[in-house]
């Protein structure tokens, strides 16, 4: 059974930074590319950030670009999301997702997290 | 980036009645090598995200085949035979062709 466990989400100051895990099981995690999703309060769903398989290749959406930094460790099956200078604006349920096939990206996210919720207030 | 559009944005439907999502990207989501690069969730109140259809119209594993996907270039649809009362929610599509990934604002279906 594949899981995705999100944690490191809590309340941080504006200005400040937090890092997010998602701990993956269940399959070969070193095989598939993953990224973030979030979700504001009464918005939809935004794509953040993706990795490739091997960790090479990294996209990012233009609101965090340069802020945030996506990440993996295969040998721990962990996928890390550093958020740096967070605003109000980005307190949502953030979700680590999976891609359908192996070695390959943009065919879709069958997996994901239950989310971790990241509230930034002062 | 691209710029995904979805109507109608609010769907309320009768039970047993089908129902049509309607997704409209800024440009082309047609690969070169003949897929279409959009994908179809469905997020429940108080769950993760599904994934229904990828790549315009591959049904994802367990999704009922009520639930259908088709299009290409442009403009994609995503329709529900029979609606039951379990599919409601917010449906979104989303392009995977090029980063930064985008969504569509979502469209809400409700039972009437």
């Known amino acids: 059974q594949v899981y995705l466990v999100e944690s490191g989400g809590g309340v941080v100051q504006p200005g400040k930074s937090l890092r997010l895990s998602c701990a993956a099981s269940g399959f070969s995690f070193s095989s598939y590319a993953v990224h973030w999703v979030r979700q504001a309060p009464g918005k939809g769903l935004e794509w953040v950030a993706g990795i490739s398989f091997d960790g090479l290749h990294k996209f990012y959406a233009d609101s965090v670009r340069g802020r945030f930094t996506i990440s993996r460790d295969n040998a721990k099956s962990t996928l890390y999301l550093q958020m740096n200078s967070l605003s109000v604006e980005e307190t949502a349920v953030y979700y680590c997702?999976?891609?359908?096939?192996?070695?390959?990206?943009?065919?879709?996210?069958?997996?994901w997290g239950q989310g971790a919720l990241v509230t930034v207030s002062s | 980036d691209m710029v995904m559009t979805q109507f109608p944005l609010s769907l309320p439907v009768t039970p047993g009645e089908p129902a049509s999502i309607s997704c409209r990207s800024s440009q082309s989501l047609l690969h070169t090598n003949g897929d279409n690069y959009l994908d179809w969730y469905l997020h429940k109140p108080g769950q993760s995200p599904q994934l229904l259809v990828y790549m315009g119209s591959n049904r994802a594993s367990g999704v009922p085949d009520r639930f259908s996907g088709s299009g290409s270039g442009t403009d994609f649809t995503l329709k529900i035979s029979r609606v039951e009362a379990e599919d409601v929610g917010v449906y979104y599509c989303?392009?995977?062709?090029?980063?930064?990934?985008?969504f569509g604002q979502g469209t809400k279906l409700e039972i009437k």
């Open positions: 989303m392009q995977t062709l090029e980063p930064p990934y985008t």
């Open positions: 997702a999976r891609e359908i096939a192996r070695y390959t990206s943009g065919r879709g996210l069958d997996y």
